[in-house]
């Protein structure tokens, strides 16, 4: 699977340099060293950055959720915008349809590469369960459970799949 997970990346590089941004953004706030930023290559952390394990609960849900919000964000605005015309200059039928495009593979590539690696989920699930206070096992539960299902996902390339699904389901709109 880690070919298959390469070639998305690479099609996909838009998302993979805006996930690894909030990675890097959140290991800067954290304080957590980053041992190596690069975003696309050729291995399986293609679209992350390596960095050292969060030792706090707060850090580790930050680094799993925080990118997957985000690029979640940029990519319903980035489809709804041309879905509902909310462009604020009148264009022609070909440049609307071109700049609507544009704006789907970009959405498309956000949302492929929104979820965490496999080893920050553990990591959450090792600082949330293990060493974590009650209220924090309640209230990052929904978010653990979301950002599991949407990690197994992304390495296995189903992400790439619903998403397809969901481009030729708005391009027929």
Same mark, same amino acid.
């Given at each position: =699977?880690?070919? *298959?997970?390469?070639?998305?990346?690479?099609?996909?590089?838009?998302?993979?340099?805006?996930?690894?941004?909030?990675?890097?953004?959140?290991?800067?706030?954290?304080?957590?060293?980053?041992?190596?930023?690069?975003?696309?290559?050729?291995?399986? *952390?293609?679209?992350?950055?390596?960095?050292?394990?969060?030792?706090?609960?707060?850090?580790? /849900?930050?680094?799993?959720?925080?990118?997957?919000? =985000?690029?979640?964000?940029?990519?319903?605005?980035?489809?709804?915008c041309p879905t509902?015309?909310?462009? =604020?200059?009148? !264009?022609?039928?070909? *440049?609307?349809?071109?700049?609507?495009?544009?704006?789907?593979? +970009?959405?498309?590539?956000?949302?492929?590469?929104?979820?965490?690696t496999i080893e920050?989920?553990?990591? !959450?699930?090792?600082?949330?369960?293990?060493?974590?206070?009650?209220?924090?096992?309640? /209230?990052?539960?929904?978010?653990?459970? /979301?950002?599991t299902i949407g990690?197994?996902?992304?390495?296995?390339?189903?992400? /790439? *799949?619903?998403?397809?699904?969901? +481009?030729?389901?708005? !391009?027929? !709109?």
């Open positions: =699977m880690t070919t *298959l997970t390469i070639i998305t990346r690479y099609l996909t590089f838009p998302g993979a340099l805006v996930r690894g941004f909030f990675e890097q953004l959140i290991c800067r706030i954290c304080g957590i060293p980053v041992e190596d930023n690069r975003i696309v290559r050729r291995d399986e *952390l293609s679209g992350h950055i390596e960095h050292e394990l969060f030792p706090k609960a707060r850090g580790a /849900f930050a680094i799993c959720f925080v990118p997957a919000f =985000m690029n979640g964000i940029l990519a319903f605005l980035l489809c709804i509902v015309n909310l462009f =604020m200059f009148e !264009m022609s039928g070909a *440049l609307q349809t071109v700049l609507s495009a544009v704006a789907y593979w +970009f959405a498309f590539s956000l949302y492929v590469n929104s979820y965490p920050d989920m553990l990591n !959450m699930k090792e600082k949330v369960y293990k060493e974590g206070t009650v209220i924090q096992k309640i /209230f990052y539960a929904p978010g653990f459970l /979301f950002l990690a197994y996902a992304e390495k296995y390339c189903i992400t /790439f *799949l619903l998403a397809v699904a969901g +481009f030729i389901g708005l !391009m027929l !709109m």
